[in-house]
């Protein structure tokens, strides 16, 4: 059974800087590319970007380009979102996803961060 | 970016009805276009992948269709376990989008 645990998500303060992490199991994590999509309290879904499958190409949503970056460490079966500079627009939950050919089959459970004075 | 308009943004129907919900993009998707089930504090929840396949283990009530840039989720006979948000989303150029989203409720 694929599973993806996502954490890291508090609370930071603008202008701060946050990891989350995703855990995946039930899958050879290094045969599939990962995504980052997140959720505004206001509900709304964005895609945030994605990663191959050895971490040598990304792809970002222009809305994060340059401060958010994704990352991977295949031994640990592990995706990164490394957050710099966040923005009150940040806040969100942080949902690690396994694309199939663009859409999303799987996902966690999410992780919130808040930003926060 | 390619605009994802999804409508209605509340639905509000009765057990046993069809529902249909829309959405529109902003340029031809070439069908690249999935449906997403979202219950109150769970993760969403694939349906729908390429604008009409139906994702493993989702029930037959659910039907997907469209093409360009107009599609449609469509649920029949509404089961009281299909209360939920619905978002579509395209696939076929970057950044993905998602539509706003539908909230299903039971009338």
């Known amino acids: 059974e694929v599973q993806l645990v996502e954490s890291g998500g508090s609370l930071v303060q603008p202008g701060g800087s946050l990891k989350l992490s995703c855990v995946a199991s039930?899958?050879?994590?290094?045969?599939?590319?990962m995504d980052w999509v997140r959720q505004t309290p206001g509900k709304s879904l964005e895609w945030i970007g994605e990663?191959?499958?050895?971490?040598?190409?990304?792809n970002y949503a222009p809305s994060i380009k340059d401060r958010f970056t994704i990352s991977r460490d295949n031994a640990k079966s592990t995706l990164y979102l490394q957050m710099s500079n966040v923005k009150s627009d940040d806040t969100a939950i942080y949902y690690c996803?396994?694309?199939?050919?663009?859409?999303?089959?799987?996902w966690g459970q999410g992780t919130l961060v808040t930003v926060s004075s | 970016d390619i605009q994802m308009t999804q409508s209605p943004a509340s639905l509000s129907a009765s057990l046993g009805e069809t529902v249909t919900i829309e959405c529109r993009a902003s340029e031809d998707i070439y069908n690249g276009l999935a449906w997403y089930q979202q219950k109150p504090g769970k993760s969403p929840q694939l349906l729908i992948y390429n604008a009409n396949s139906l994702h493993t283990g989702v029930p037959s009530r659910f039907s997907g269709s469209g093409s360009g840039t107009q599609y449609s989720l469509k649920i029949n006979s509404l089961q009281s376990e299909d209360v939920a948000s619905y978002f579509c989303q395209q696939y076929y150029d970057y950044p993905y989008t998602f539509g706003a989203g539908t909230k299903l409720e039971l009338k």
């Open positions: 990663i191959n499958t050895d971490g040598s190409k990304t």
């Open positions: 996803t396994r694309p199939s050919g663009g859409w999303f089959a799987y």
């Open positions: 039930g899958y050879t994590f290094s045969n599939y590319w």
